[in-house]
């Protein structure tokens, strides 16, 4: 058995049990009433001391609003209480709060609500419960747990939580309409960046123009600036641009008191602080997102959540629009795959015409001279052959400059032979002798070996087609021709003064011209260069290309087209 422990004195002295012949009868009478009341102060002062010992805060407030008790850790959090009432203290009011509980608790409730402490920058959870004093009035008993860490925790799960909704859905609008995607991207910002408005557009390739695509649905009902403003001069717009100009997100939690701000124009809502995070594709920005207003202060992680948001965004709509110039190839390639079909059967027949009507005649003749000079060689001699074969010699030499013209249309020896400026050279003098009303103004600045061997059959049948479309279409009398090696690559300008036409319609193939300008075109951009055509009735018309170094240097000598 286990041996019942005996109970120590609380000042710690052992004591034998007295006999019941040496009790004092007075002390065994009731206790007085100051022996009560000490008790009383002795357990309340044990109480208090636990109370004092508490992480959380713990008060008690009268029906009077009066703070009868407040721990140390209270104190600590709220301050000193002065003697205010309990809506003075902790809520900075001058009359009791318009959602105060007291009554509520009174009756025997016990109430949990959270608070938040916007002074103190604090988020408590307080639990508050009746408490009966000695004379029977009731007190309200307050225990204030501080829960501001976990709450942030809690916001920042809520916010993934939003975020990785937010990309979810914005990867499974890959069908949707470009301002449909910018408009959903923009709601997503603003909402996951806890602010008030927000607005989203797309940077110009030269960074010099800002398009809004996208505003936030509460900016649109609180703007007021008239016009609406779409396209923004972006070394003219306000603080927002400065991500543009600077390359970097633009956090102003101060508007107000910023120095570098504006201004805004009349009707436009008020700005406390604003956030703008740039997109970049490589060294160029591409779009850019601003949101103004949070309650809070902007900080890094808004940064994160937008640019992650904004940059998936152009993604989509980078893609949609690689979808959508896939497409137009496409269309291209299969007219122009038709119509290359129909040249190739053209040319065919044009070079059987001219085999037929050239060469092969030249031949027949030259084949029947000989036929007779055999037959007359036993009637006349040598004398009477050599009359019959002198005529022949001029004829052969004559099907064999048809056979040259013909072979140097197919593909010149002298590019292979001598290079591109020498056969554009040749190129034009065989066009100025063909086509006597026209004149070719050649200036050529570049060196041969400037030249990529990808990129002189192309400047070769580029300048070529352009001098057959200006002898067949243009009515001109000069064409000027430019090339000059670039400090950055390689400019060809073929211009003529003749009629012009619509260049809207060039890719069309709608004019007799569309298909040696979508050729041009198409052989220009495979081989690394851009190509551009400018032209109207009447005014003549202007053919540029550019192959710049840091795309032909990437050329391998065997590409051909």
């Not at 970097?248 to 504006?262: A, E, M, T, V």
């Not at 703008?276 to 890094?300: C, F, H, I, Q």
Request: with cysteine.
């Amino acid at each position: 058995m286990q041996k019942k422990k005996r109970l120590t004195p609380p000042d710690g002295e052992k004591r034998s049990r007295p006999s019941d012949s040496e009790v004092d009868p007075a002390a065994a009478r009731p206790p007085a009433m100051e022996d009560i009341g000490e008790g009383l102060r002795t357990g309340w002062n044990y109480y208090t001391n636990i109370l004092e010992c508490m992480n959380d805060g713990v008060f008690i407030i009268d029906s009077d609003f009066n703070i009868q008790y407040l721990n140390k850790a209270a104190e600590r959090v709220f301050g000193t209480p002065r003697n205010r009432k309990c809506y003075e203290y902790f809520h900075n009011r001058n009359t009791p709060c318009y959602r105060c509980r007291i009554d509520a608790v009174f009756s025997g409730k016990t109430v949990r609500r959270m608070k938040n402490y916007p002074r103190i920058g604090k988020i408590h959870e307080v639990f508050e419960t009746r408490l009966t004093n000695p004379d029977g009035s009731y007190a309200k008993l307050g225990i204030v747990h501080d829960i501001t860490d976990f709450m942030q925790v809690e916001e920042a799960l809520r916010l993934d939580e939003a975020r990785f909704e937010a990309l979810y859905r914005l990867g499974h609008m890959a069908e949707a309409p470009i301002d449909e995607i910018a408009g959903f991207a923009m709601e997503q910002a603003v909402k996951i960046t806890r602010s008030r408005f927000g607005f989203l557009g797309f940077v110009s390739e030269d960074e010099t123009i800002f398009t809004r695509h996208a505003t936030s649905g509460t900016a649109m009902k609180t703007c007021r600036v008239s016009g609406n403003q779409a396209r923004f001069q972006v070394d003219e717009a306000g603080v927002w641009a400065d991500a543009i100009r600077e390359r970097r997100p633009i956090i102003i939690n101060d508007y107000k008191s910023y120095r570098g701000r504006k201004g805004i124009p009349k009707g436009h809502v008020p700005l406390k602080r604003i956030m703008s995070v740039p997109v970049l594709d490589g060294r160029r920005v591409v779009a850019l997102g601003t949101v103004a207003n949070k309650d809070a202060e902007y900080n890094g992680a808004d940064v994160r959540h937008l640019a992650l948001l904004i940059d998936t965004m152009w993604r989509m709509v980078q893609r949609k629009e690689a979808e959508r110039n896939l497409r137009v190839s496409e269309s291209q390639l299969r007219v122009l795959s038709s119509k290359l079909l129909t040249v190739q059967e053209e040319e065919r027949a044009r070079l059987a015409h001219e085999l037929h009507d050239s060469i092969g005649q030249t031949l027949v003749a030259v084949k029947f001279g000989i036929e007779n000079a055999l037959k007359g060689r036993t009637v006349g001699g040598l004398d009477a052959v050599s009359q019959l074969l002198d005529p022949l010699v001029p004829m052969v030499q004559n099907a064999v400059e048809e056979a040259r013209k013909l072979y140097m249309g197919l593909r010149p020896t002298i590019l292979d032979d001598f290079g591109a400026i020498a056969a554009i050279g040749w190129l034009c003098s065989e066009f100025e002798e063909t086509h006597t009303g026209m004149l070719v103004e050649k200036t050529v600045d570049i060196d041969e070996e400037h030249i990529p061997i990808p990129v002189k059959i192309v400047l070769f049948r580029t300048v070529q087609e352009a001098l057959n479309n200006a002898a067949r279409h243009s009515e001109a009398t000069r064409v000027g021709l430019f090339l000059k090696k670039e400090k950055s690559g390689i400019t060809l300008v073929l211009e003529d003064n003749g009629i012009g036409f619509d260049s809207s319609r060039y890719l069309s193939g709608a004019q007799g011209t569309g298909l040696g300008i979508v050729s041009m075109k198409e052989r220009i951009e495979l081989s690394g260069g851009t190509f551009s055509i400018e032209s109207q009735s009447g005014a003549g018309t202007a053919i540029r290309a550019f192959w710049p170094d840091e795309f032909r240097l990437k050329l391998s000598p065997d590409f051909h087209l």
